[in-house]
């Protein structure tokens, strides 16, 4: 088969020009000739995308006569027009490439202003805690204030994901163009987006290589794309309501989901991968073999896989992808696709998390409703569903239903008072101001207070406190009525630096 032959038959030409009287022919020859000529510019020479798409449009006309026509410069157009592919092609490659370094220098940029504006957003967690009635009037205003600029930060954050996923991908470009040059015929076959275009594809995950833009003349021609067009991994939407998702209090679940994506990600393409094998190599304790399958199998776009058909157990191939999600990234994705067991798990988890948080608040004691203990997991970057905090309140161990008058929801509240290593820290720290003066519970409470305006213990967990640790502590009981306490008098071992409170209550 001649060259000439291969290009009729690659784009159904062949059967075109079979059916097409010679009248018709001769026809097309003479408007082919009356064609202005086509120059494609020197190498050394920019193309700008307009005058790219005009060129191409201009030799798919001369393609289009010259193939139905059954004339002879059909391969000198298609010639004509691979050249221009590869050149227009080389051209964004190198200005890809220019665009990426300057992006380099406004992605350190965004990085400085976020780190920046952490202050900002540390101070108004902080403010967050308190109610509109706890707030003064210029810790009001502060309010406002900073969430407009956290505003701005969060576009800031938003953009800066989007020039990272930019860069971290740019190899895809020069890899699918350099696939393009060496297509050959085939190169006619795409349209090639201006390295603008393809710069803001990059940064929302959404190139894949060359436009495809198949050449045929009957409808019959089959051709098949040369760049793989699965989905791309899900990304964090700009407009996408995103928890604070807090990394240190992770459920070993996710944990060992991120280790497996980790691992897997770091592969070379092409890798075969079993999931027994990754099961064992990684030490894998939660997940199961047939869970692990399931999770790749029904993410293969998160975990960049496809699926390799083969007779018994699942095997997948590591699979090129535009985009790696950060740890955060992908922890908030699978939270909201883990199968049904696991998610009944993870949800136990932040939901005893929440609880324990919930002990270092007064309503603990006082009485607390669903809402008190969803906002808690939000503010604390708890994912908890709201739907199982309240199917599970009821029946949680430890915690009983009170019904205060006046209450429009259910109230809750600790049977037991169990003093959280924060307040026996507070305690320590308040009675060491008294000396050897009396105190009773209610003198630790207003100390504490003293020494941490943000923060509020009840009285009852002092007492709790004290009557488990005022002989550690080397306290007597010195009064019953009122129940107040004070230091031994005797000779004691040296005291220990006071060990300044770590955090603040959230």
């Known amino acids: 088969m001649t060259e000439l032959q291969r290009i009729i038959s690659c784009i159904g030409a062949d059967e075109i020009s079979a059916v097409i009287t010679e009248p018709a022919k001769k026809n097309l020859t003479e408007l082919l000739n009356g064609l202005p000529q086509i120059r494609i510019p020197e190498a050394s020479m920019p193309i700008k995308h307009d005058e790219y798409l005009k060129l191409r449009q201009q030799i798919a006309a001369f393609a289009t006569v010259a193939a139905i026509a059954g004339d002879s410069r059909l391969e000198a157009i298609t010639e004509q027009w691979v050249t221009l592919q590869q050149r227009y092609a080389k051209q964004v490659i190198k200005n890809v490439n220019e665009e990426i370094k300057t992006q380099k220098g406004l992605l ?17 967690t902080k403010l967050g805690k ?67 275009e393809i710069s803001k594809r990059l940064g929302n995950d959404a190139y894949n290589g060359p436009d495809f833009d198949p ?92 699926k390799v058909e083969r007779a018994g157990a699942r095997v997948f191939m590591r699979r090129e992808t535009g985009q790696r999600l950060d740890k955060k990234s992908f922890i908030d994705y699978m939270i909201k696709h883990l199968q049904t067991p696991d998610l009944a798990e993870v949800n136990d988890f932040y939901f005893k998390k929440a609880l324990a948080l919930l002990r270092e608040q007064p309503p603990a004691y006082e009485g607390f409703t669903k809402e008190h203990l969803n906002r808690i997991a939000e503010n604390q970057g ?45 305690v320590e720290e308040a009675i060491e101001e008294f000396g050897v003066t009396r105190f009773a519970s209610r003198d630790v409470v207003r100390k504490v207070t003293e020494l941490h305006s943000d923060y509020r ?50």
């Open 215 to 306: 050449f045929i003349v009957s409808r019959k021609a089959a051709i098949t794309n040369l760049f793989s067009r699965t989905s791309a991994p899900p990304s964090l939407l700009p407009n996408d309501k995103q928890r604070d998702l807090n990394l240190e209090t992770l459920p070993k679940l996710l944990e060992e989901l991120y280790l497996i994506y980790e691992h897997i990600t770091k592969l070379t393409s092409g890798t075969a991968i079993s999931p027994a094998y990754v099961k064992e190599k990684l030490g894998i304790e939660v997940i199961g073999t047939k869970g692990l399958a399931n999770y790749l199998e029904y993410e293969m776009t998160v975990f960049c896989l496809q």
């Open 108 to 124: 350190e940029e965004y990085d400085k202003e976020l780190a920046k504006g952490q202050a900002d957003r540390d101070y108004l």
């Open 130 to 196: 308190k109610t509109v009635i706890e707030m003064n009037e210029e810790e009001l205003t502060k309010v406002v204030a900073l969430k407009r600029k956290i505003s701005q930060l969060d576009e800031t954050q938003r953009e800066r994901e989007q020039l990272h996923r930019s860069i971290a991908s740019v190899s895809k470009v020069e890899t699918t163009l350099r696939t393009l040059i060496e297509s050959g015929i085939e190169a006619v076959h795409y349209r090639i987006p201006s390295a603008e």
């Open 382 to 426: 708890l994912p908890v569903s709201n739907i199982y905090v309240a199917r599970n309140l009821r029946t949680t161990a430890g915690v009983e239903e009170i019904s205060p008058e006046r209450s429009k929801s259910t109230v809750y509240r600790f049977k037991e008072i169990i003093p959280t290593a924060r307040q026996i820290e507070c």
């Open 457 to 506: 213990i009840l009285s009852i967990v002092v007492e709790k406190v004290l009557e488990r640790e005022h002989e550690k502590w080397r306290l007597r009981i010195a009064s019953n009525v009122p129940l107040q306490y004070q230091k031994i008098n005797q000779p004691m071992e040296p005291a220990k630096p006071r060990t300044l409170l770590s955090e603040k209550l959230m």
